[in-house]
């Protein structure tokens, strides 16, 4: 059975394997070594796909005008699955690549039906952890959707002429007016920094959750119709692997008791850590007998994913969980741990940000 992608849903995706066969995704493993500085996201395989992304790189390493473009939907608070993405935009700030982050305000009204005034304090709170988390503001170009210029608007219009409707329903399902717009408006995203009136950065690179691939198939379609007429190019994109909620599905901000989130206190993250869904046997005996299963684990995910950066101190986690020698209930106390700390110094960054007004600098706030 194949997979269905859903950008807008909140199922997390088991076999990532078949995204190479079933979507024509490439294995990471071709660029790696193209890598000027190596991540553990894409040594862990955290980044297991990309399209295209080589050629990008190879753009950056000659001094070509590059640029990553990512976004987020505020449809909620801030959580860990976001700060995946600001690691990965610092990373790539780190190696020189200019960076714009949409807010795509547009579709949380149209899509999640949130208030204007909902969805902008949203984003706004989301830039604030993006520079907290180290991503650079001055060299940063932050943005909300509805607050762009007439050429990006333009984008969306002349991109529905050379989309069909048969075309959108075989990518995305069933669909909306409120998600066909969405659609379109993701391809003016991600595709408009290519324009002179935005920097004419013709290697644009896109780093996702693989959740968000129907907008990559669809806007490197798009690209290649009006190759001629706009001058557009393919984007290129990497995929990243969810960081599962806590009971094993898609971190979600509409699913609160599942996701941590970066301001949450430490009475909650620590409820909600202990209460996680582990890789664990039925009772402790059997445990210490057969092992845990890390690889079933939302706790080890966390490990893996921001709390162990060092290798071996993972594969002490590892070995400890599948020897049987590390219990949940220890595990999850250590893991806490780790995470109260590394939430109470951002936290603090975060504060940093907010109280002297670098927003109200970076980025122009839309009009209610």
């Not at 007439?150 to 007016?177: C, H, N, V, W």
């Not at 057969?290 to 709390?307: A, D, E, F, R, V």
Request: with cysteine; net charge positive.
């Amino acid at each position: 059975m194949g997979i269905k992608l859903d950008p807008w849903g909140h199922l997390s995706i088991s076999d990532y394997e078949k995204l190479f066969t079933q979507f024509g995704i490439e294995p990471i493993d071709s660029v790696i070594e193209k890598l000027p500085v190596k991540h553990y996201f894409f040594t862990r395989k955290i980044v297991f796909g990309h399209r295209d992304m080589e050629k990008w790189l190879d753009a950056l390493k000659c001094g070509e005008k590059v640029v990553v473009l990512t976004g987020f939907m505020p449809s909620g608070h801030t959580h860990l699955g976001h700060l995946m993405v600001f690691e990965e935009l610092k990373y790539l700030q780190q190696l020189n690549a200019h960076i714009h982050v949409a807010i795509a305000d547009a579709e949380a009204y149209v899509v999640r039906r949130l208030s204007r005034r909902r969805a902008i304090k949203y984003g706004l709170e989301y830039i604030a952890h993006a520079i907290a988390w180290g991503l650079d503001p001055d060299r940063t170009i932050f943005y909300f959707q509805t607050n762009q210029s007439t050429d990006y608007y333009r984008l969306i219009q002349l991109f529905s002429r050379k989309t069909s409707l048969a075309e959108m329903e075989a990518i995305y399902g069933e669909l909306s007016p409120a998600k066909i717009v969405a659609a379109l408006t993701q391809a003016a995203d991600i595709l408009h920094p290519q324009l002179s009136s935005y920097g004419g950065y013709k290697y644009v690179l896109v780093p996702v959750g693989a959740d968000q691939d129907p907008h990559i198939r669809l806007t490197r379609d798009i690209a290649d119709r009006f190759s001629t007429e706009l001058g557009l190019e393919r984007p290129a994109s990497m995929y990243h692997k969810f960081i599962t909620g806590l009971d094993g599905n898609k971190m979600s901000s509409s699913r609160p008791e599942y996701a941590i989130f970066l301001l949450d206190d430490e009475e909650s993250v620590k409820r909600k850590v202990l209460n996680a869904l582990t890789g664990g046997r039925a009772t402790a005996e059997e445990q210490r007998k057969l092992g845990g299963q890390p690889g079933k684990c939302s706790i080890y995910q966390l490990y893996m994913y921001l709390l162990s950066i060092d290798n071996k101190e993972l594969l002490e986690v590892y070995n400890s969980c599948t020897s049987g020698k590390l219990l949940c209930g220890e595990c999850k106390r250590k893991a806490y741990e780790k995470l109260a700390k590394v939430l109470s110094e951002h936290k603090k960054k975060y504060k940093k940000v907010v109280e002297t007004g670098v927003l109200e600098k970076v980025v122009e706030k839309p009009s209610f």
